[in-house]
């Protein structure tokens, strides 16, 4: 009898260390996220520092400790890069305010959107003569390399595009008045002009797009996509998605 219940208590154990040992705490150790930091306030690098910031970095951090996982590294490259580094699984996921497109969603599994953006068109402070869409017909237009700034700029009639690898670059073009505008992403826009850019430019005109920004995942990877979602649903209704929200936009997400 007592052999039995020794037996029956060494299963158990057994039993135990199998559960813990497939219950994924192996395969959640890391997750590495992809991101292009060139991007305030969503990635960033703050000046003499090489830590990544911004509201993305908060976000997926927070999402990476939901799910389980103990560390969450974040790595740099150029926006272009992102998708492909999912695809060579060289990256678990991609965060980068990056737009959810029907394209895109063809090549990688987004998560549910996390934050409502669209574009705008800025010029030079000086310039009254572009004052919305219509007005850049023929003009010089900077954006940044595969973003959806640039898709919107192709579908202007006579536009000479030239592309560059970040917003700054592009917003530095317009500062040397080498082309007219720049097309990007509003909220991004907006910063650049709160931390110094409205010295020498502004938004014009209304927002061009809506836009919602998602978390992309490996098309092979659903499993991570569904985790994503379930760990970004918990932080809206814990209050902990709002509370980035409010530290790095100063306001409430809107309803
Ligand atoms: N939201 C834009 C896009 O998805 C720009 C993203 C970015 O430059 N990081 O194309």
Redesign the pocket.
């Known amino acids: 009898m007592k052999k039995k219940f020794q037996i029956v208590c060494l299963c158990m154990f057994v039993f135990a260390l199998l559960v813990a040992g497939c219950g994924g705490s192996k395969a959640k150790k890391e997750l590495i996220v992809g991101t ?1 930091p060139a ?1 305030a306030p ?1 990635e960033f690098q703050k000046e003499n520092s090489k830590d990544f910031v911004g509201f993305d970095i908060d976000l997926i951090q927070a999402i990476a400790k939901q799910m389980g996982y103990e560390k969450c590294t974040i790595q740099g490259m150029g ?1 272009d890069a992102l998708i492909p580094a999912l695809d060579a699984k060289n990256i678990d996921v991609a965060i ?4 959810i497109t029907d394209e895109r969603a063809k090549k990688v599994n987004f998560s549910k959107p996390y934050y409502k ?1 669209g574009l705008a068109i800025v010029v030079n402070k000086d310039n009254n003569a572009i004052n919305d869409i219509a007005d850049l017909k023929g003009k010089k237009i900077a954006v ?1 390399i ?4 640039a898709m919107e700029a192709e579908k202007i009639a006579g536009a000479k595009i030239t592309s560059f690898n970040t ?1 700054g670059e592009a917003c530095l073009e317009l500062k040397n008045k080498a082309v007219d505008a720049v097309i ?2 509003l909220p991004v826009e907006a910063y650049f002009l709160q931390q110094g850019g409205k010295d020498f430019a502004k938004i014009v005109g209304k927002t061009l797009t809506s ?1 919602d ?1 998602g978390i992309a995942v490996a098309k092979s990877n659903t499993a991570l996509a569904k985790d994503v979602d379930k760990a970004l649903d918990t932080l809206k209704q814990n209050g902990e998605y709002d509370k980035l929200y409010k530290k790095w936009f100063g306001e409430l997400p809107k309803k």
């Open positions: 292009e991007f969503f926006f980068a305010g990056m737009t953006s940044q595969g973003t959806t700034g917003n990007g992403d836009e920004y």
